[in-house]
């Protein structure tokens, strides 16, 4: 089965920390850009962080500083360590992947996501 499986998600009190990992079975993703999503309730899912495959990073401001995405190719696993959490962070994580071919993603997967709740 091709597929991304995250985990890693829980229930943590603001300004703790949590790790997410995300494994791909099925397929090396070595060539792919790989980022993290996140979506609340009634919310659009937004880009969290992504890392391409030279390892180049960007985070979408409201995380920089607090969150860091890396990747390990021989693992075929990407992460997402998170700290400082605030409340606003609670949503479910999804795991991305795609390889960018003349602009347009293209052979794209998604995980089903890993619940982040943060909460006292």
């Known amino acids: 089965q091709v597929q991304l499986v995250e985990s890693g998600g829980g229930l943590v009190q603001p300004g703790g920390s949590l790790t997410l990992s995300c494994v791909a079975s099925?397929?090396?993703?070595?060539?792919?850009?790989m980022g993290w999503y996140r979506q609340a309730p009634g919310k659009e899912r937004e880009l969290v962080a992504v890392?391409?495959?030279?390892?180049?990073?960007n985070y979408v401001n409201s995380v920089k500083g607090r969150f860091t995405i890396s990747r390990d190719n021989a693992k075929n696993t990407v992460y997402l360590q998170m700290n400082s959490l605030k409340p606003e962070d609670t949503a479910v994580y999804y795991c991305?992947?795609?390889?960018?071919?003349?602009?347009?993603?293209?052979?794209?997967?998604w995980g089903q996501g890993t619940q982040v709740t943060v909460s006292s």
């Open positions: 991305n992947a795609y390889i960018s071919i003349q602009g347009a993603r293209t052979y794209e997967r």
């Open positions: 099925g397929f090396s993703f070595s060539p792919y850009t």
């Open positions: 890392i391409t495959t030279g390892g180049r990073t």
